[in-house]
């Protein structure tokens, strides 16, 4: 599991580089960059608490956070979009 959250943390800038490059040729929209951002970092989340053992309580809150991740994570995410994206447009 480390193995595979070392991959998750090395390879973010690769994954975030997809949005760029659909932002360049005008297919981002906020629905699909809440959507990339709040789905890696649950994925995220959920890997790095499988590295505690059973039922403890870092395992738990991992599993709390990534939920919570999913939904004020998108909206959050779809402001970020806003904020910073579409002023760049204008």
């Known amino acids: 599991m480390l ?8 390879f973010l800038p690769l994954y975030l580089l997809s949005p760029k490059i659909l932002h360049r ?3 981002l929209t906020e629905n699909r ?3 990339i951002v709040t789905s890696y970092l649950s994925v995220m989340i ?28 998108y909206f959050i995410a779809k402001w970020i979009y806003r904020q910073i994206l579409l002023r760049s447009k204008q």
């Open 46 to 73: 959920s890997t790095a608490s499988q590295l505690f053992p059973t039922l403890s309580l870092g395992r738990i809150i991992g599993l709390i956070l990534s939920v919570l991740f999913l939904f004020p994570g």
């Open 3 to 10: 193995a595979l959250f070392i991959f998750e943390v090395v």
């Open 25 to 27: 040729y005008d297919l």
């Open 33 to 35: 960059f809440g959507l």
